[in-house]
């Protein structure tokens, strides 16, 4: 049975795309079959595959960090925002302008399309890492949720919630994102990382201590800040996270290589093993 864990995020850009990446690496050294997958991305930092098709380009450095090439079904929803309206990509294919309402309108006849995407992507394959978008508690746009929390709970998919401690707030943003998850959600949450810590990780002890204490959920990881040369989204909420230029495939591999070195010295690995219903190391 194919196995799923899901990375959300307490908001965008908390490194969802560059954990959900790294995991997808070590997953595949680790020897399991992995694949990459998330529903929808809002992003115009475009990668087209072979056929003419299009998809987010995050999602094609996961699956080179899975060994996979790029394929639409890892992100069957594509929105761009060329300045006016939503560009809206459907499993690859353009479907035209369209806008905010009408795309509202339009999300709950997708579900097929996300449970045959997904289906596709878990046919032999070990487990399928699926990363979130944004907040998962946009409380305006709960009832109409396909790519954060209202995905886990389709699919049961256990989820890790990753926070930012640079910006400050981790605790509130933490805290605040579990209680407003209503009780059908929240217990799919199985566990935290704290990501991009600055300076002595020592220091952070108490950091993990009080998260676990006050949240009832085991602290995964404590992750440092890292300078990394793989785009991460689109530049839409720093210039650390936008395009960077394009990497030769054995650089590329370099950089995946050294993200999974990097979180293997920080991530509880035998605890998210658990949590997938996979041995790690």
Known sequence: MTQRIMIVGTSSGAGKSTLTTGLCRILKQEGYRVAPFKSQNMSNNKY??????????????????CGLPPHEDMNPILLKLPGQGIDLVLRGEPQGLTTSEA????????????????????KDRDVVVVEGAGSPVELNLEDEDLVN???AR????????VADIDRGGVF??????????????????????????RGDAARF??????????????????????????????????????PKPPLSPETLDQELDRLARELRDCLDLRVLGEIMGLPLA
Not at 48 to 65: F, R, T
Not at 105 to 113: A, F, V
Not at 114 to 122: I, S
């Open 172 to 197: 509130a943003s933490v805290m605040g994102t579990l209680m407003l998850l209503p009780k059908t959600q929240r217990h799919l949450i199985r566990g935290i990382i704290i990501n991009r810590m």
């Open 103 to 122: 795309y509202s309108l339009r999300k709950p006849t997708l579900w097929p399309m996300l449970e045959d995407c997904m289906e596709t992507l878990a």
């Open 205 to 242: 002890e108490g950091v993990r201590q009080k998260m676990e204490e006050v949240t009832g959920l085991p602290v995964v990881g404590m992750v440092p800040f890292m300078h990394l040369l793989l785009e991460d989204e689109d530049g839409l909420v720093d210039s650390a996270t936008g």
């Open 154 to 161: 389709h699919f049961n998919i256990p989820v890790l919630l």
């Open 48 to 65: 087209v595959l072979p056929s003419g098709k299009e998809m987010a380009k995050s999602q094609a450095i996961a699956a080179a960090a």
């Open 149 to 151: 929390m209202g995905l």
